[in-house]
């Protein structure tokens, strides 16, 4: 490793973009191939994922138990264990992005959220930020489904969500890192901003 | 929500493919789209990108740091502070991978190393599986970057790390998630098995 400081400043990191073209455009994936110039003038290619970003919610109910979904990811072949999520609609706000997935995905509307964040799930190759929120003071109001979509609820507590994750059976990244947050909130070292909703509370 | 508990097994949540094809085979990233039957029998396509798997180190010197890296990362327009990673080579085994890409990105061998576990970090689009593996008894060999590889070392301890996930300067989840582990390990909460490797201990 080096001894010395990193130089000032990323110039010795940066690589600029000098254009590019779609690769593919499916009816839910775009790829792109950019060329881009290297720090040390050098060219190099860079093929990615272009995504319109995506929240994560962490529902808490009074009871403290969090709102999980038991959902068939076909890329991995398997049911994984998450938090609510889903992709920004073009023009939504993150907030009311968060208020649609978990509303629909969940049925509830939430009196109070929290943005802990946003966090980078494949930086290498794809452009995706997920926003994590918090939500509570939930409401149930029945859910409502997109078609196709297929999803269980299961409410654990933190413990049987830390349990889970030290067996491996959560291994969706999103979720572990709500389950960091959860515990730094809880335990006082990260704190949260609420705020409430006033539409959510009329709703 | 419902009541109920879930029906048994997964069949009600479960996706079958019905084959598809290639969407776009560039030099990195391979985009396949894919026709599945439903749970309720109705059709739907899944578009994902097909990835070889990754690995994810936390280097833990003998004073207790952990080696971080900078990197820029173009998908997302910026220098992001990770954890060494990378994908693996076709048959090449994890750990041989973790060995791989731990020596030529930082420099070090490890006498000493522990797999906590494979995280999913985007189910939605990708087939990628991060495994975590943790890698003590680091001795300095002397680094060798890939032709194009720009990257800083950078050893923060538990704590630098911790404030740096808080403050949101890291967003890159398998940063967060070795995080989540190492502090669950160091707790006593989440154990690690730790094995030695001959050839680290000779080369």
Redesign the interface.
């Known amino acids: ?2 001894a010395a400081a ?1 130089p000032p400043g ?1 110039a ?4 600029h ?1 000098l254009g590019g073209r779609v ?2 455009h ?4 775009e ?1 792109r ?2 060329d ?1 110039r ?3 003038g ?1 060219r ?6 272009v995504h319109p970003g995506a929240v994560a919610i962490v529902p808490l109910l009074d009871d403290g138990r969090i ?1 999980l979904e ?7 072949g398997r ?2 264990l ?1 938090i609510p999520a889903g992709k920004i609609d073009p023009g939504e706000e993150p907030l009311a992005c968060a208020r649609r997935e978990l509303r629909e995905e ?3 509307e939430a009196s109070q959220w929290a943005r802990a ?13 997920i926003e994590l929120w918090f939500a509570r003071g939930l409401v ?1 109001h029945g ?1 409502r489904l997109d ?2 979509e ?6 654990l507590s933190e413990a049987e969500l ?1 349990a889970r ?2 067996s ?1 059976e959560i ?4 979720t ?2 709500a ?2 947050w959860l515990q ?1 909130w809880r335990n006082g ?2 704190p949260l901003q609420w705020a409430g909703t006033a539409a959510a509370q009329t709703g």
């Open positions: 490793m080096s990193p990323d010795h990191l940066r690589e973009g690769l593919a499916g009816s839910f994936l790829v191939r950019d881009v290297l720090p040390d050098a190099a290619t860079r093929e990615f994922v709102v038991r959902q068939f990811r076909y890329p991995v049911v994984l998450e969940t049925g509830y964040g946003v966090v980078h799930n494949a930086p290498a190759y794809s452009t995706e930020g149930q859910r078609a196709g297929f999803i269980d609820l299961l409410p830390d994750a030290a491996g291994s969706d990244v999103k572990l890192v389950l960091l730094k070292a990260w």
